[in-house]
């Protein structure tokens, strides 16, 4: 039975990491393309990782990928944000069809300021 | 001091887990690596020992945690399906929201857990006014108010109580 569950879990990851694969083929900039990946990724390992702790039970194994899961959730936002931030300020720009930016707007009044 | 003996029971905790099963050499060595760690980064890990003593804080942060999941399963799917939907239903931009969390941990989180859910994407934080900018999948409304509403609410109560 629990290998069943923890089999279930592997694919639902395995599932969510192709999604997240096609989003960063599909999507059109920068931003739009690190959302797809670092959401449907993250939650993609977290869930085979999750999927390994139930097969094996409570041994080495399965506290090893459990701290996994710890350290990825708490870094893969870190890096995806760095990212980000690094693309707007080097100047990549937004998507043509973009609502707007309001981190623009704000640099350039703070530009004019100075 | 009292950060230091934190970050060193943390360490060791750490440190045991990844050695699983445990025994007296690894402890040792353990022991030692968590010291040095402890005894040169420790007086960076928080400013606030105190704040670590508090029950209720955890009681917040195990809510927090489930919270944070189901909002994470929700981004997950909502996302999943924008990708694979034919039409690429998006309607991207960046906005801007306020916060009233102060310390960095609280910042952190609160960036961490805007990041991964429903389609909101945190760009840059300004710590003195409060602000972050994010980048929505989806622009709902582009008001600060409003966009305040929509994506720090939720997040914002619970982790006031456990890190404020």
């Not at chain 1, 996994?68 to 690094?86: D, K, M, N, Q, Y």
């Not at chain 2, 690894?26 to 030692?32: D, V």
């Not at chain 2, 508090?54 to 917040?60: D, E, G, I, T, V």
Request: hydrophobic share 50%; glycine share 6%; proline share 4%.
């Amino acid at each position: 039975m629990n290998e069943i569950i923890g089999y279930i879990f592997i694919v639902v990851g395995l599932a969510f990491d192709i999604f997240g694969c096609i989003g960063l083929l599909r999507l059109p900039d920068v931003y739009n393309r690190l959302q797809a990946t670092t959401k449907c990724v993250t939650l993609g390992t977290s869930s085979i990782l999750l999927g390994t702790i139930v097969i094996k039970g409570l041994a080495a194994t399965s506290i090893k990928a459990f701290l996994c899961i710890i350290f990825l959730v708490l870094t893969s936002p870190v890096a995806a944000h760095a990212l980000s931030r690094g693309a707007h300020i080097s100047g990549v720009k937004l998507w043509g069809k973009s609502v707007c930016d309001k981190y623009a707007e704000d640099k350039k009044s703070k530009n004019r300021e100075e | 001091m009292k950060s230091k003996i934190i970050l060193f029971i943390i360490g060791f905790i750490i440190w045991m887990l990844l050695g699983w099963p445990p025994n007296l050499q690894h402890a040792l060595a353990g022991i030692f690596a968590a010291g040095f760690v402890a005894a040169l980064t420790g007086d960076m890990f928080t400013r606030r020992p105190h704040r670590f003593i508090n029950p209720s804080r955890y009681l917040w942060f195990g809510y927090y945690v489930f919270l944070f999941l189901w909002e994470c399963l929700k981004a997950n799917i909502d996302v999943a399906l924008r990708v694979v939907n034919p039409k690429l239903p998006i309607n991207p931009g960046i906005v801007k929201v306020k916060t009233t969390l102060k310390s960095d941990t609280a910042l952190t989180f609160l960036a961490n857990s805007i990041t991964l859910t429903p389609g909101t994407f945190c760009i840059d934080i300004k710590p003195e006014s409060g602000i972050l900018y994010i980048h929505w999948i989806n622009v709902e409304s582009d008001d600060l108010d409003k966009a305040t509403k929509l994506i720090v609410d939720k997040f914002e109560k619970v982790l006031k109580r456990v890190f404020e």
